[in-house]
């Protein structure tokens, strides 16, 4: 049996703004979010790339290489000034964006 020990209540969920390439490489200078759950003190342990094409369809990619990276002591970050703290519903639906391509 897999147990999550990870509440919610230990995570915080964040976004970055970003410009430049997609990492799927469709989206060149361009921009877009990267959303983080993210433990308080910056480990981050799940991560996505969000843009939105010029059609208005949403693209989401998962981030796996950002998972146990830590913003402050790996990114070198001094504080968590450059992430916007947002809802877990909106991170969420960053998620079930992911799944739902997935899927199809």
Do not use: C
Not at 82 to 95: K, P, Q, T, V
């Amino acid at each position: 049996m897999n147990v999550n020990h990870e509440t919610t209540r230990e995570m915080i969920f964040t976004k970055e703004y970003w410009t430049g390439d997609s990492r799927d490489g469709a989206v060149v200078n361009g921009d877009g979010y990267h959303y983080y759950r993210m433990r308080p003190e910056g480990l981050i342990v799940e991560a996505y790339e969000f843009y939105e094409t010029d059609d208005g369809v949403e693209v989401v990619s998962p981030l796996p290489e950002m998972q146990n990276v830590n913003w402050l002591d790996d990114l070198g970050f001094e504080d968590m000034d450059a992430l916007d703290r947002i809802d877990e519903s909106e991170f969420s639906r960053i998620r079930e964006l992911t799944q739902a391509a997935e899927k199809s």
